[in-house]
């Protein structure tokens, strides 16, 4: 049998060779993944992929984070997860246990007053108010 040519599949923005003999649905997939990225493209930035929902952009130092309104998802980019981590992993890191030398309970001594609420981790700050 001779040789066939290779034909060409375009999509939207993507031109890939595609041997008839020998694809095995990669020039599908590849067109699929371009479908995707148009879509993407489209779709804007502060619409909730979710719901379809409104989302605000809160930014804590360099990091946006979007937050829908509606379904209360939260998306970032995986850089901007990074950084969240790095910033949870720092801020562990300076957090020491509240330990202090207690005195000896006596009758005279008045209750303790009430400890504030400790936030357990950075990412909690993040949802507060």
């Given at each position: 049998?001779?040789?066939?040519?290779?034909?060409?599949?375009?999509?939207?923005?993507?031109?890939?060779?595609?041997?008839?003999?020998h694809?095995?649905?990669?020039?599908?997939?590849?067109?699929?993944?371009?479908?995707?990225?148009?879509?993407?493209?489209?779709?804007?930035?502060?619409?909730?992929?979710q719901?379809?929902g409104?989302?605000?952009?809160?930014?804590?130092?360099?990091?946006?984070?979007?937050?829908?309104?509606?379904?209360?998802?939260?998306?970032?980019?995986?850089?901007?997860?990074?950084?969240?981590?790095?910033?949870?992993?720092?801020?562990?890191?300076?957090?020491?246990?509240?330990?202090?030398?207690?005195?000896?309970?006596?009758?005279?001594?008045?209750?303790?007053?009430?400890?504030?609420?400790?936030?357990?981790?950075?990412?909690?700050?993040?949802?507060?108010?």
């Amino acid at each position: 049998m001779p040789p066939q040519p290779l034909r060409s599949v375009s999509s939207i923005a993507v031109m890939t060779p595609a041997c008839p003999r020998h694809d095995r649905g990669t020039s599908v997939r590849v067109l699929r993944r371009a479908r995707i990225e148009e879509y993407l493209r489209g779709v804007d930035e502060l619409t909730c992929p979710q719901c379809q929902g409104t989302m605000a952009v809160r930014t804590f130092g360099h990091v946006s984070v979007r937050r829908c309104a509606d379904c209360s998802g939260v998306f970032l980019s995986r850089a901007d997860l990074g950084a969240l981590i790095e910033a949870e992993t720092d801020w562990h890191a300076f957090q020491s246990p509240n330990t202090a030398t207690l005195p000896r309970i006596t009758s005279d001594m008045d209750t303790p007053p009430v400890a504030p609420e400790r936030t357990r981790a950075f990412v909690e700050t993040l949802f507060k108010g």
